[in-house]
């Protein structure tokens, strides 16, 4: 069973910063790629940010430049580094984890972490 828990969600004023952080039950070497996910009120989930096991990252265009995923193979964690926050950046945030079991890929979702940005 994997286990993600997200903490670092909250109220920030527009152009203020905020650090998602996102622990795993195991390894973060187990996953092919950990990634968040952001999804506002009657809208999708998107892709916001995500890394692969191999360190490569990839951005959604809406958050290049001001967004920022880490990881800290150590502690099991994945961090995003949200600056110069916008009040469209408001959303539910996920941290997501993919795991590869022969022809399978499985998904993994943490409880998620509200965002809000106030203009």
């Known amino acids: 069973q994997v286990q993600l828990v997200e903490s670092g969600g909250g109220l920030v004023q527009a152009g203020g910063s905020l650090r998602l952080s996102c622990a795993a039950s195991?390894?973060?070497?187990?996953?092919?790629?950990m990634g968040w996910y952001r999804q506002a009120p009657g809208k999708q989930r998107d892709l916001v940010a995500s890394?692969?096991?191999?360190?490569?990252?990839n951005y959604a265009d809406s958050v290049k430049g001001r967004f920022t995923i880490s990881r800290d193979t150590a502690k099991n964690t994945v961090y995003l580094q949200m600056n110069s926050l916008k009040p469209e950046d408001t959303a539910v945030y996920y941290c997501?984890?993919?795991?590869?079991?022969?022809?399978?890929?499985?998904?993994?979702w943490g409880q998620g972490t509200q965002v809000t940005v106030s203009s």
């Open positions: 195991r390894s973060i070497f187990s996953f092919i790629a």
């Open positions: 997501n984890a993919k795991r590869l079991a022969g022809p399978a890929t499985y998904d993994y």
């Open positions: 890394i692969t096991s191999g360190g490569s990252t």
